[in-house]
């Protein structure tokens, strides 16, 4: 190895040590700032990330215009990528297409001939097959680009220039919208219509000091490019165009069409933007199987260039409302739209927005854009009148001029000075033709002088008066409006609003669970399952060694069932979720938050039109409507305040007008129902008083029909009004020894 290969010193002095912590986050943070600004955020003013930009220049350059032939998709991505964009053909083909697409764009940027993908999903033909050109839409975003309306800067390889902005004749940003991810921040901005952007934005520049209340006059909310229904309040529309951040829930527009004799059908026309509609079928053809929806029968796509897809209703009974709701709740037929307007501000500081102020930057670039164009047809004005003042110099003294050019060797400079003209009045008249010196000419330069100082005039007085810079901006922004008008096709707005019905939210629940009859099991050990069907005889259940049955009763699929613990807390499971009868089921500790020193103490069908008693061991007691005992959690409901060693003990229906209470000490009281308090939670009230045990029974009884129970032969047992005298008296009284035949249980029921 030669000596000169050796680095100095044996290398070791070349050995730089950095903190990591600190290389790392300058690295990230450069590589964060480039995401931010030159790939995921849109430019507020002209709505544009720098891909599409780019696209649209790349056109541009290649002369692909509104009115020029379609070109093929790949000769334009070779030369985004050639000179202006070094990424990937595909991602840079992919946001072409989507530019092209007028499910994904509201006002399509660029008009593709071919196959450009559908709201399906399916993918675009590769770029070899499609073709495109610009559409009106980019030829106003491109208005002025050649006349100095923005600044440039150099492409990555510096060989050409491009746009840092472009001037945006047409309110991009908001009109199409956009979405991207970048590092730490992301953007969501929903599409809206041109033409009230338009009114909104010339009702800024007569009234600047317009607050957002006012503009959202003008727009009502996005006009997505697949229609829809937009159900939120006017509030909360307010409020994210306040703040720039929110979300508007888009719902699929809906109709009903009669089949005759009663039955009818649902037609969909419209669903919720950037839904693939093959997967949303899918997904409803999905929860059919799984019989999640048991008020539709069948689900059909008879699209063609429309979307229309029909729902069969299971019966012609069934509320197509009610139907319509759950699939709302279970599908993407109703869809979040999210809100969150992080653009660049300026093109250079990523912020939220909110609408005044989005619109009021778009302004701003617009008068700019204005004034650059102004100050760049001044100086092309200035620049022909100085010729044409040389020419006319050059006429009005045409055979001096002529003597000079011929003999003089330096024509140039002897004109110069001759005639006190400038260098670039000289070099035109030399480079005048001799066809230029016929009379008629004289006449057509001083017209052409006339006409370009009176243009001059007014252009240096349109850029001394904000007023009329103000009006020009106006009169730009109507002629924006005037061409994409609700009247045309284009401009009609696709989404409309409207408040969601108000549907019964418990019918919709029962709409979205197949109703089939169950038979709930609870062990003593608190295992749980639902067999399928009413089983009378449940001697047969098997249970885990040292289990028994604890409770079981009938249910529907449908219904709610509520589990009382000893601690006085209420679990609500649906009973559709309770694992099926095979095995011995699951316990309840797991489906929901139960303490382990408590044990079910029963369980029944939720009846929301019912109230109970409930009572604790100790004789304390009180009535509460099922309606409060409803837990929406796994940690349940606390309804009855007991402390150890006391513990929750019965839980009894409320009928009649009377109760009966037996206590351990086989002593009966019977008081009016009215001395109970009804509470959703509590200890409740002493219902009989004890020296020392607790309660045995209760039961509820209208006085009038006597009170009744079983004994353990089955027979049956009435005392009447009269007959109970000895044991009426009031609440927490001790009560008289049992009548004669009252079971030795202590129960009413033998």
């Not at 940003?173 to 953007?187: D, K, Q, Y």
Request: glycine share 8%.
């Amino acid at each position: 190895m030669g000596q000169n290969t050796l680095p100095p010193d044996g290398g070791d002095d070349n050995i730089v040590p950095v903190d990591l912590k600190a290389a790392l986050e300058e690295r990230y943070l450069a590589y964060a700032l480039s995401t931010i600004t030159q790939r995921a955020l849109p430019d507020v003013r002209d709505g544009l990330k720098p891909v599409h930009r780019r696209i649209i220049h790349a056109m541009s350059e290649m002369g692909i215009r509104a009115n020029s032939s379609f070109k093929k998709c790949a000769r334009i991505v070779g030369d985004v990528i050639g000179k202006f964009h070094p990424h990937g053909d595909q991602s840079v083909y992919d946001a072409l297409v989507r530019l092209a697409q007028d499910f994904s764009q509201r006002y399509p940027i660029v008009d593709g001939q071919g196959n450009f993908g559908n709201i399906d999903g399916d993918n675009a033909a590769a770029y070899r097959y499609t073709e495109a050109r610009m559409t009106d839409v980019a030829t106003l975003l491109l208005e002025g680009i050649d006349q100095d309306a923005v600044d440039f800067r150099p492409t990555y390889n510096e060989e050409d220039e491009e746009p840092i902005v472009l001037p945006g004749a047409f309110p991009n940003l908001l009109a199409n919208g956009s979405s991207g991810i970048a590092v730490g921040m992301a953007t969501s901005i929903p599409s809206h219509n041109v033409h009230e952007l338009c009114d909104a934005a010339l009702h800024l520049i007569r009234n600047p000091e317009a607050d957002v209340e006012k503009l959202v006059e003008f727009v009502q909310g996005p006009d997505l490019p697949t229609g829809g229904i937009i159900i939120d309040s006017r509030e909360s529309i307010i409020e994210a165009y306040k703040t720039g951040r929110g979300g508007f829930r888009v719902r699929s527009k809906w109709q009903t069409e009669d089949l005759g004799r009663g039955g009818y059908q649902i037609v969909i026309t419209e669903i919720p933007y950037q839904v693939q509609k093959s997967r949303l079928i899918e997904k409803i053809a999905e929860l059919l199987i799984a019989r999640k929806l048991p008020l539709l029968e069948d689900i059909r796509d008879e699209s063609a260039e429309d979307v229309r897809i029909v729902l069969v209703p299971k019966s012609r009974t069934v509320d197509p409302t009610i139907l319509m709701e759950s699939l709302f709740k279970l599908s993407e037929l109703e869809n979040r739209i999210p809100l969150n307007m992080n653009v660049l501000s300026m093109g250079r500081v990523p912020k939220v927005m909110g609408l005044k102020d989005v619109l009021v930057e778009w302004l701003a670039h617009r008068r700019d854009v204005l004034q650059r164009r102004s100050r760049h047809r001044l100086a092309a004005i200035e620049r022909r009148l100085e010729i044409l003042g040389g020419y006319l110099v050059a006429f009005l003294n045409l055979d001096e001029v002529i003597r000079i050019i011929r003999e003089e060797d330096e024509p140039k400079v002897s004109l110069m000075e001759t005639f006190s003209l400038t260098d670039v009045q000289a070099e035109a008249i030399l480079n005048m033709r001799l066809r230029s010196l016929r009379k008629l000419e004289e006449f057509e330069i001083r017209t052409e002088f006339d006409t370009l100082s009176k243009e001059k005039a007014e252009i240096e007085s349109l850029l001394a008066s904000d007023e009329k810079q103000w009006q020009t901006v106006a009169w730009e922004i109507g002629e924006v409006r005037k061409k994409f008008a609700k009247a045309t096709e284009l401009g009609r707005r696709r989404t409309q609003f409207a408040s969601a019905p108000d549907a019964d939210v418990e019918a919709i629940q029962q709409a979205m669970i197949e109703k089939e009859p169950v038979t709930v099991v609870i062990s003593e050990k608190g295992w749980i399952r639902a067999l399928k069907g009413h089983i009378a005889d449940t001697s047969g259940l098997q249970f885990k060694e040292g289990d028994a049955l604890k409770v079981a009763f009938p249910a529907q699929t449908t219904d709610k069932v509520l589990i009382v613990t000893t601690g006085g807390k209420v679990y609500t499971l649906g009973a559709d979720k309770l694992p099926g009868g095979r095995g011995h089921g699951e316990p309840l500790r797991i489906m929901v938050d139960m303490e382990n020193d408590q044990d079910v103490l029963t369980a029944f069908v939720h009846d929301a039109h019912r109230k109970v008693i409930v009572a604790s061991q100790a004789g304390n007691g009180f009535v509460v409507a099922e309606t409060e005992m409803v837990a929406n959690t796994r940690k349940g409901k606390q309804v009855m305040n007991v402390g150890m060693p006391d513990e929750a003990k019965l839980v009894v229906p409320v009928r009649g007008d009377h109760v009966a209470v037996v206590g351990e000490n086989r002593k009966m009281l019977v008081f009016p129902l009215a001395q109970l308090p009804e509470m959703s939670r509590g200890k409740g009230v002493r219902l009989q008083r004890y020296k020392d045990g607790g309660i045995s029974d209760i039961r509820c009884f209208a006085i009038a029909d006597g009170l009744t129970w079983d004994d353990s032969a089955g027979r049956n047992f009435v005392r009447t009004r009269e007959e109970l005298a000895e044991w009426l008296a009031d609440r927490a009284t001790a009560g008289r020894t049992v009548p004669k035949g009252f079971p030795r249980s202590g129960k009413f029921s033998g």
